[in-house]
């Protein structure tokens, strides 16, 4: 199993957690997204994925990208420490809250936005930490209702264990440290966050902690 990443990937850090989580040995393959360029724009990984994103993982020849997609497809293959909850209702909650992280927030503040925001619209880096901020708070204030009301109270987002929704939240929290986003409007989020960053499953996915940190 390989798995092509970079460290600083909040999506490929889902699927690192999410491996680590199931105890899945995998080989990293990284990809520089500033390195010449951009490795992920070279025609040998557009062969790989045709989107030229990361994370994509090759199962022994089964190529999948979008880390969601990863998630379900390790959730259906290796059923062990499973990341969804077993009733449907439950399930369906879970996979909101991930997606509220991975499909609201964090497609508005990735790099090639922010790098089109800058190099296209000639904004400024005020005006792209203002940007950041702004949909990270509209994303968070709801996610801080969600998890008050789902969550073990500083532990997790949703139940008693470790979720899908775990795994999404750990890396946004991490991007929105590195833009100087205030936490303390979401102490849910933020008890949850340091919890769930003390657990080795996460810990060991966390970007420095990668073999291309740089």
Same mark, same amino acid.
């Given at each position: 199993m390989k798995l092509y990443t970079y460290y600083r990937s909040s999506a490929a850090y889902r699927v690192r957690i999410a491996l680590n989580l199931k105890g899945l040995d995998y080989e990293s393959v990284p990809k520089h997204f500033l390195r010449d360029g951009g490795e992920h724009r070279k025609p040998e990984f557009l062969e790989v994925n045709p989107q030229g994103l990361i994370p994509v993982l090759d199962d022994g020849g089964v190529i999948i990208s979008q880390s969601l997609a990863i998630i379900e497809y390790l959730e259906e293959t290796r059923p062990g420490a499973p990341l969804l909850p077993s009733a449907p209702a439950e399930r369906a909650q879970v996979r909101a809250m991930a997606q509220l992280i991975a499909c609201d927030i964090h497609p508005l503040n990735n790099l090639r936005v922010l790098q089109y925001l800058k190099t296209e619209l000639k904004q400024d880096d005020v005006s792209l930490s203002l940007w950041y901020q702004h949909w990270i708070a509209e994303g968070f204030t709801a996610l801080e209702k969600l998890v008050q009301r789902h969550g073990k109270p500083g532990k997790t987002c949703y139940g %008693? %264990? !470790?979720?899908?929704?775990? !795994?999404?939240?750990v890396p946004q929290v991490y991007n929105a440290r590195r833009f100087n986003v205030d936490l303390a409007p979401y102490p849910a989020l933020s008890a949850a966050t340091q919890h769930l960053e003390s657990l080795p499953a996460f810990a060991q996915a966390a970007p420095e902690n990668q073999p291309d940190a740089v």
């Open positions: %008693q %264990q !470790v979720t899908m929704a775990d !795994v999404c939240l």
